[in-house]
C-alpha cells in the first residue's frame, strides 16, 4: 500500500507561446485567448510577457515602432499586451509582468556594482539566465490571498 503524501500545493505549469521575432502575429491575443480558456476551466492564472528589447520599458520608445505603451494599476510603462491579459483575464497585472532584456541586464549590472557576484566575471550564463528564470518563477508566487497560480503564460 503507497505511503499517505502529505498535502501539498500543485507545482505551477508554465506555457510559453512564442513566435520569433516577428511583431503582430498575435501572440498576445492568442495567449490571452488561452488564457481564458484555462480559466474557464477552473485554473488560476497569470501571464507575463517577455520583450527582447535592451530599453527598460516602452515608455520612451515610438509608438509607430512599437507600439502604444500600457501603464499597469502599480504604474509600470508595459508593453500593450499587457492591458490585453488584464482584460481577458479580468484582473489587474503588476509591472513584473512585463520583462524586457534591458531590466534583466540593468538588474544585473546593479548587481554586479554592488559586490552580490563577489568578484565573479559577470557572463551572459549564468548570470544573465539566472535573472531570467528568477523573474519567470517569481510569478509563481503566493498572491495576497495566499494562492499560487495554475498556469502562468508566458
Partial sequence: MPALRKHHQP???HLFVTGGVVSSLGKGLTASSLG???IARGLQVTMQKL????????????P???GEVFVTEDGAETDLDVGHYERFLDRN???SANVTTGQVYSTVIAKERRGEYLGDTVQ???HITDEIKRRILAMAEPDGNGRRPDVIIT
Fill in 11 to 13: 507545482t505551477t505549469k
Fill in 36 to 38: 481564458q480558456l484555462l
Fill in 51 to 62: 520583450d527582447p528589447y535592451l530599453n527598460v520599458d516602452p515608455g520612451t520608445m515610438n
Fill in 64 to 66: 509607430f515602432q512599437h
Fill in 93 to 95: 497585472l503588476p509591472g
Fill in 124 to 126: 551572459v550564463i549564468p
